[in-house]
């Protein structure tokens, strides 16, 4: 069975950081392309974040680039997304996605940016 388990969200200051975390179980996480998305209230989830499992290449979206960094590690299959510099344009609740047969879906963590 597969699960996405995502943690590390809370309140922060703008300028702050946060690291969130997603802990996957159930399918070989080393052989999967895996990807970070927000949803804030009121609009469409979008994808914050990807990672190609073959080359590790990363790519983001125009409005995190050079604040987030995603990072995997195979030997604890969980995903990371280092979150820097966060604006309150940033909160969001956050979550982490496989696509295998399906997609899979994290319940999600919230990230609160405000003063």
């Known amino acids: 069975q597969v699960q996405l388990v995502e943690s590390g969200g809370g309140l922060v200051q703008p300028g702050g950081s946060l690291r969130l975390s997603c802990v996957a179980s159930?399918?070989?996480?080393?052989?999967?392309?895996m990807s970070w998305y927000r949803q804030a209230p009121g609009k469409e989830r979008e994808v914050v974040a990807f990672?190609?499992?073959?080359?590790?290449?990363?790519t983001y979206a125009n409005s995190v680039k050079g604040r987030f960094t995603l990072s995997k590690d195979n030997a604890k299959n969980t995903l990371y997304l280092q979150m820097n510099s966060l604006k309150p344009e940033d909160t969001a609740m956050y979550y982490c996605?496989?696509?295998?047969?399906?997609?899979?879906w994290g319940q999600g963590t919230q990230v609160t940016v405000s003063s």
């Open positions: 996605n496989v696509v295998l047969r399906t997609i899979y």
């Open positions: 159930g399918f070989t996480f080393s052989n999967y392309p």
């Open positions: 990672i190609n499992n073959f080359s590790g290449t990363t």
